[in-house]
């Protein structure tokens, strides 16, 4: 069974950063996706960032320049680093996980942008 636990939310100001972690157990094999979603109240929840296995990303048009997702296969770790936070950044963050043997959400943390 893939589990994936997040680690890293908070409450900052307007402008600040957090650096998100995702650790995913459960998984040998090294071709997959791997990727943070956020979800605000009241609103779906949108894809922010992916990665895939060797490299390639993939961002929202919203956190273009200011958001960096990084992975380390060896840690079985994905990043995502967030600088320029802006208010409407509020929301649960969680971390996807697209591969064998099956596909996993994280249960989220969330992150909490005040003006």
């Known amino acids: 069974q893939v589990q994936l636990v997040e680690s890293g939310g908070g409450s900052v100001q307007t402008g600040g950063s957090l650096r998100l972690s995702c650790a995913v157990s459960?998984?040998?094999?090294?071709?997959?996706?791997m990727g943070w979603y956020r979800q605000a109240p009241g609103k779906e929840r949108e894809l922010v960032a992916s990665?895939?296995?060797?490299?390639?990303?993939a961002y929202a048009n919203a956190v273009k320049g200011r958001f960096t997702i990084s992975r380390d296969n060896a840690k079985n770790t994905v990043y995502l680093q967030m600088n320029s936070l802006k208010p409407e950044g509020t929301a649960g963050y969680y971390c996807?996980?697209?591969?064998?043997?099956?596909?996993?959400w994280g249960r989220g943390t969330q992150v909490t942008v005040s003006s």
């Open positions: 996807y996980f697209g591969g064998a043997p099956e596909n996993a």
């Open positions: 459960g998984t040998r094999f090294r071709i997959n996706v």
């Open positions: 990665i895939g296995d060797d490299g390639p990303t």
